[in-house]
């Protein structure tokens, strides 16, 4: 079945890691993203990315930092910059404008 | 640029009551507008789309109906069940602006008590 998938499902960082956060869709979307979503709030969009070796940066990209290097591909890494990392975040895809958004089941960073 | 603005929540609700969450959009051109929900600790999923005016989506007893005059696309469902209690999200997409990229509402968190 095509999807996205992301992983880990968990995840933890120490206070001054680096951590990567996977992302992988088969759907053979162009376009990809990463939102952060704090409880009770709405999207706020991290990066994005409409070609492989190109990206954007969305309303909250500092602290963030991303690739593309694949299509199937978009890995984000939180870095020790972020100062307030522990959020769920979530990927997504779509073939591109006026097309709907397909959601990954999210991972839930917690800095210990 | 683009903006969706949803009525505030949250929303309590007894079983089988009848269920309005409002939406309205500013956007460039026409849009493509969608509703998605969200089960805790999930990811969206896409409810229903419709992507021209008057055009009426519709799934699992969800409808919403894409009114151009008023830049609105409220969400209804005539009998709400519990398994409803969810987050859901209005959102449009337009090629035009924001490079195709979606722009969501806040979310209006729906609880279905039994």
Not at chain 1, 5 to 22: A, C, D, H, I, M
Not at chain 1, 104 to 111: C, D, E, K
Request: include cysteine; hydrophobic fraction near 30%; proline fraction near 4%.
């Amino acid at each position: 079945d095509g999807g996205i998938t992301q992983s880990p499902k968990y995840l933890f960082r120490k206070e001054g890691q680096n951590v990567t956060l996977s992302c992988e869709q088969n759907l053979n979307h162009d376009a990809m993203y990463w939102y952060r979503q704090d409880p009770g709030q709405g999207l706020r969009l991290i990066y994005y990315s409409q070609i492989v070796n190109d990206f954007q940066k969305g309303d909250i990209a500092e602290g963030y930092s991303v690739s593309r290097e694949k299509k199937e591909s978009f890995p984000l890494t939180v870095t020790s910059a972020q100062k307030n990392p522990t959020a769920f975040y979530l990927c997504a895809s779509q073939e591109g404008g006026y097309t709907e958004a397909f959601f990954g089941q999210g991972t839930r960073l917690t800095v210990v | 640029g683009d903006s969706v603005t949803q009525m505030e929540g949250p929303v309590t609700l007894s079983e089988e009551a009848f269920l309005t969450i409002n939406c309205t959009y500013t956007a460039t051109g026409y849009p493509s507008l969608f509703w998605y929900v969200q089960y805790p600790g999930e990811g969206l999923q896409l409810l229903l789309k419709a992507t021209k005016a008057d055009d009426k989506g519709s799934n699992k007893g969800f409808e919403a109906t894409y009114r151009k005059e008023t830049t609105s696309f409220h969400l209804e469902k005539g009998s709400v069940q519990v398994s409803d209690s969810a987050v859901y999200f209005c959102a449009l997409s337009s090629a035009r602006a924001n490079a195709g990229k979606s722009t969501f509402g806040d979310g209006t968190t729906l609880t279905v008590k039994p």
